[in-house]
């Protein structure tokens, strides 16, 4: 399961921007490209601080499967994969909020709705 730099920075009491530097300075050094973050692997940390149905889960990791596929990249993969649980969670019939899950990604509850839009009219059928 992958953990935020912030939790990193958590754990051993440091300055997230600190965290960020040091990670980005490893890689450079290393030469090591930076990881292609989707979003995938986050889903299951936010289920763990509110609780979803596997339905759902599942649900959520197709649809970061078909934003990847269609270029949604460059956003912050714990906001996608928020807003991808919260409209998994809708389509399940469960009961949860926006609020509830950028709460438990640790996101902004605004970067979840425009997320959650962006999605929506990427997986909006075209009109003919």
Known sequence: M?????????????DPRDVGRCYLGILENLHISRPNLNGKGYVYHISLKKPVSDQALKLS???INLMSAKGLGGRNPMTLAAA?????CCNSGENVTQAEVAEGAGVGEE??????????????????
Request: charged share 25%; proline share 8%; net charge positive.
């Open 111 to 128: 970067s979840v709705r425009e997320c959650c839009k962006e999605i929506r009219n990427l997986t909006r059928p075209a009109p003919h």
């Open 2 to 14: 992958p953990a935020t730099l912030r939790e990193f920075a958590y754990s051993s009491g440091a």
């Open 84 to 88: 991808a649980l919260y409209i998994a």
């Open 61 to 63: 990791q197709e649809i």
